[in-house]
């Protein structure tokens, strides 16, 4: 594992051909030498198929995403400085080069310091009362029961606790937020037994007329509870770059990114959106599906924001601010397989790695904007697509006029 | 390809292990007959690298992640009434079980009718202006360019075309909203390369100071416009369920899955959010994987609203509206592989499929919250969970003890 | 003043022309009975110039504004159970009516409970750092500092305190969250003398680079925190009303209620607003107006949510939830004039009132939107804006043929 | 009524006493001077009982709050330069001194020019059918039935016209988003009779199961659609600050001003508001309690964005846009006693000034904001509240001492 602050390699590249069986042997290479095993299921060994009881039913086989490597990423998180390549999976051409490009800058700047500010899983059982007086009344017991709640809800897990209870009326509704602690998993199933034991006994000891188990249903969308309290892991990274090696690696220079950001926020304003990063949604999605994590949540984890100042000196200072990270390195999809494979490359697989984890997140969503608002102010972006993407000859060779041809999708 | 709305068999199971050799390979069986081509990929025969080339960079292999069948499903869709299996990668237990118990349901009600209303891919590039009196000049000039942009549009791709211009002034800013035709493909690429046209033209005869080519960047967020004018494709499902499939099937009543949704509204409403159903994001990201669709846009594409009413008879009316699905069954992911088998399994690969995919989709999508919904009133999601999901023991065998042991996760 | 809850009289009316001196007299000697002081300034006597000290500047005059009055509106306050008249100044016909009716029908079910839940005024500076590490150790400070900043918050104000502190880091930024209470004053004005004292002394102890007192700015604007966390007085009111009495009173019914509200919340889910009742900005602006509040709040006060149900026995019951009510009894416009006469008149006057202000604007806003709701589902809406509204000929008479010709707007 | 663009005088003030004979009567005689006519009713006489029939029930008498004149404000509307005074009513010390210093930093820039940019005021009928198809062949009639509710709209009103018809369908209920020209009223009557006709007519003939005239509804309250369409009148101003200007007469800059309202943002993005503006809803409230105007619009109207930016040669630039400005210059309360008087100050009262209304609230409230930005950046506000404001002591003499013992309220 890449325990170590100084350099890795570059990821090697072939210029002719890169999705040949040479290059993509040596990336095999240089992985098994980063995580100390073979990623032998993200070569083609097929998971077991036994690996997949109690993840899904009707099962017939396993989707393929392709999957590469970003970086090198330096990242000091909660269990120090750090070097290491971020695995990704995703058929979005430029993509991984895109946040490979963004490594790079804040590698300029000495690395991303990124850390788990909060943790906290909230589910909000509903319960409905005879009329807003009882509610009052049940919000009164509640109020009151924190201590008999966290010893009922330690007897059906031992990972997770009770942090707090926080009741609130809505009418004749008592809206119960719950926030759980869960450990290195994201711990929903934990806490959606833990809601039904404490809504139940609530209901028992108040009379409510009907109680829903999930009733301010927080759970993967976006919404304004997540943005303002965070909810599952809520981390920070930033970074300060010079300016000559934004000039340099990325031709734009702080003010043209602080100008931009500026007129994306007035763009944003009229949104009434959660997510006011760049393209968040993608390297979660694409480091998400590499290391086993839920898809669905991507939406919620996207919540946060982005921000430059022109610091010191006339440097880049840049941060993210991703207050609902919903990530976990035990549990769920994560032991097995491909996951496994790509979580213990960054040195993220089991226990004591859930802020690990969110940390690294946090500095590669922050390489991904900063690459991409690079690229629009100095108006690559399109031309990387081109270069890159999808849209460019399906073999090698001279990719200059078949690329413009093919151009005409 | 199922082009018949006559019955298709149900998914094979094995009540004793469903994940060994034996259930697995009938239902691969079942999948061939369906698709009339064998499930190869699905089935652990690794993807060429070359598949790759043009989607990825710094290729090391593929990422993993179970895949099963939900349904049959009965939708009728704007290419007639069809019967199809629905392919879902996930690792959340109970997932496909739920998905399926809702086609279940729907096949009860005869099926659902699912239709796309609509169809437009907006972008919204940013000028800047010296003052907004310059900028209400340049909108004037925007105005009158629509047939100008079309043609400079048409140069740049043959499947997509420029619908409409609509420009406002925010101050000295012109947000100029275009919407394009993308035919089968979700066309973000198409668009970038269009707006980067469109805009660059409207800079040089107006003099900006500025230019953000993805100025008002909607792109991959949960957003109001979304929700207000819809993007991509904008779809809807509804059924009609008979009040007695739905005490037999899933133990619940038309008046308490319309009480629920009730309590859930009193809390969305305090959530900012646009996502009004209730998990949409993971049937989404579970067909949008298997499928080889972007699964960034899952955030997005969550947008909508569930709605249920007690119909004529007191029979159940269900209906989900979804107005943002950017998906494609052309360009992208979905070409090849494991994506190009499960898209064929639903008759949905190529040109000509967009519409006939997104329907699907919102199909399933009712289908989930129609089943979970009636979960949460009959109290059976919890123990769903513990029954099928992660925390069962991960052989088979006497689940009961094993598993409550286990669950004290 | 009106403490007794048995009956009050009806307010008289003249339905030859009811904007005449005779009934004006008589509604006038009324209140007088009421609030045991003439209205001696809401008749016509100017307020003295001497009384605007402090509270305009430039002062030219007054501007004047036709008052009414509403009710009566039985309703059960901290105070306890009470009768009492509202005075509404507005110049939308219908208004006034529409609100008496609503009052009428909540007598009809014995009068509406009203109760204050939460107090807290919030205030939110914001303090910018060198990077985010130096931010999540100001947060550290701040949180260790609540006793010292109680102290400091004592020494600027008598009736004031500071309740909590709650610092988040947002990149480098520090959001210094600040709840105060305030007595029977909005007290804005304390408010940003405490959190200027605050932040000016984090600031020096650790050396922000900038900081702004207002920082992330709540004040006067409808926004997710003020309906998540609440702001100002957090007010609940609510009633069950006879089926018989709805009918009689208002031609509808609990089932036609709530399918409307149905309804209407399907459409509320687009708008991305926090304020999902119907006509409370109506109601409120009106009562704000009579009784010397700021005006400014009325979009921020209007968050909330109106809830029905069928209840036990096929009855309606109807509550509001207000979350954050920014009304004060003692400072800004309440002390003098027409203000204070209208606070008079409904026991609201000075000190220890402000609870039951708040109760009583909840009762006020549930009876506007139940007569509101009712008027829509028996489509009496626009007509009774014709017989009583702006449209109306502007003298007595045969309104009948006239009303139609000026109709015409 | 002042029309030259040429200096108006400033208003006169008396630095002992300011709340005295003396300066009021000066500010009176300045305002007849300017309007060409006496402020009677703001002096004090009397609006007549039947000037409020129509516009209210149970008529006690009138509300009187305190107003004051700020400015002079320079301004360019679409009626030519011109320079006035604005009448503000309010009991917020400090404010309407506020707004005036604002008016001063326009002039420093030649005055802000203001422009209506689009005018509609929308209103949203829904009808419910028996299921999804059905109110797709609704929609389809509802687009071809332009033509036929033009013709229905015009025998309801003269003034106002239907310009636009948008249907969507959300599950089996139809939006349809009706636009009107208003003419120089904000026309909520006329609209709401529109759109009952045109539902009535769309509900007669495709035997809907339900219909609500203001179904999705926008009125009153902030919400996206207002933000991002516009509704009632959609206006910008703007102004050019020397940079020497802010520094003398605000002790300011204009990177003070940009680093300030970026940090706003960051704040405002948490908050899912869509009034982007700093004091917006002060401002608007003044001028409308002044002018006779509907403040339950308050918090509808405060929507839209500040903007700053440094511009060529070092100065500043700013903007507001306010794209949901509900006014009126003829019809509601504008017609009588102190509206009428204000209105006609600023030659705003009747035909054909409701754009020039609107445009000089927009520099109004570009007035507003950019002095109390300056006040924060140069930490004067907390200063300014205690020497204007309500805890300043209630008569002349030494304010100092005294003003320091009552600032403890």
Redesign the interface.
């Known amino acids: 594992m890449s325990r170590r602050a100084h350099a890795l390699p570059p ?1 090697p ?1 072939d210029a002719s051909d ?4 040479a ?2 042997a040596a ?2 290479a240089l ?1 098994s030498r980063a995580a100390g095993a073979d ?1 032998l ?4 060994t ?2 077991p ?22 970086g090198p990423l330096r990242v000091d998180t909660s269990l120090g400085p750090r070097e290491l390549y971020v ?11 895109s946040y ?1 490009r963004g490594m790079k800058l804040l590698a300029a700047g000495g690395g991303s ?1 990124a ?1 788990v ?1 909060r943790r906290g899983l909230t589910q ?1 059982p ?1 319960l ?1 009362y ?4 009882a509610a ?1 009344r049940a919000a009164e017991t509640a109020r009151a029961s924190l201590a008999r709640w966290r010893q009922l809800v330690s007897t ?5 606790a009770l942090s707090s209870v926080a009741p609130s ?5 008592l ?1 119960l937020q719950l926030v759980f602690t869960t450990g290195d ?1 994201i711990g929903i ?2 806490a ?2 833990a809601a ?1 034991l404490v809504s139940a006994d609530l209901e028992q000891r108040t009379k409510a007329l ?1 109680r ?7 759970e ?6 997540a ?4 909810r599952g892991r809520s981390a ?3 970074v ?1 770059i010079p300016r000559a090696a934004l000039a340099k690696l990325a031709r734009t220079s702080p003010e043209k990114l602080c ?2 950001l ?15 990063l ?2 968040a ?2 390297g ?3 480091v ?3 290391c ?1 994590q ?7 984890c ?1 919540t946060g ?1 982005l ?1 430059f ?1 022109v610091g010191e000196r006339g440097d880049l ?1 840049a ?3 991703l207050p609902a990270l919903l990530v976990g390195t035990v ?3 994560s032991g097995q ?3 496994a494979e ?1 979580l213990r490359l960054m040195d993220c697989l089991g226990e004591g790695r859930a802020d690990h984890f969110a940390e690294i997140l946090a500095a590669t969503v922050l390489a991904g904007d900063l690459s991409l608002m690079a690229a ?1 102010t100095s ?1 690559e ?2 031309a990387a ?2 270069r ?5 000859p ?2 090698p060779g001279k990719p200059g006029k078949r690329a413009r041809r093919k ?3």
């Open positions: 990821i590249r890169d999705h040949s069986i290059p993509v990336r095999r992985w990623p299921h993200v070569s083609g097929p998971v198929l036994a690996a997949a009881r109690g993840k899904i039913e009707n099962l017939v086989g396993y989707a393929q995403v392709p999957l590469g490597l970003a695995p990704m999976a995703t058929t979005e051409g430029a993509l991984v080069a490979s310091r850390r500010l909000n509903v409905v005879r009329d807003a007086r009052e059906t897990t031992r990972h997770g009326v809505l009418g004749r509704r809206v998993a199933n934990m959606a037994r039904e009907a829903f188990v999930h009733g301010q249903d927080v993967k969308r976006a919404n304004a509870r943005q303002i309290e965070g920070v990274a930033d300060t100008a931009i500026d007129s994306y926020r007035v763009g944003f304003a009229e949104l009434g959106t959660q997510n006011w760049v393209q949604a993608n979660l999605a694409a998400f599906l590499a086993g839920d898809l669905a949540y991507v939406g919620e996207a924001q921000d100042a200072y941060s993210v601010h549990g769920g999809g397989g491909t996951a790509c629009f108006h972006f399109v697509h081109e890159l993407g999808r849209n460019r399906s073999g151009l005409r999708s």
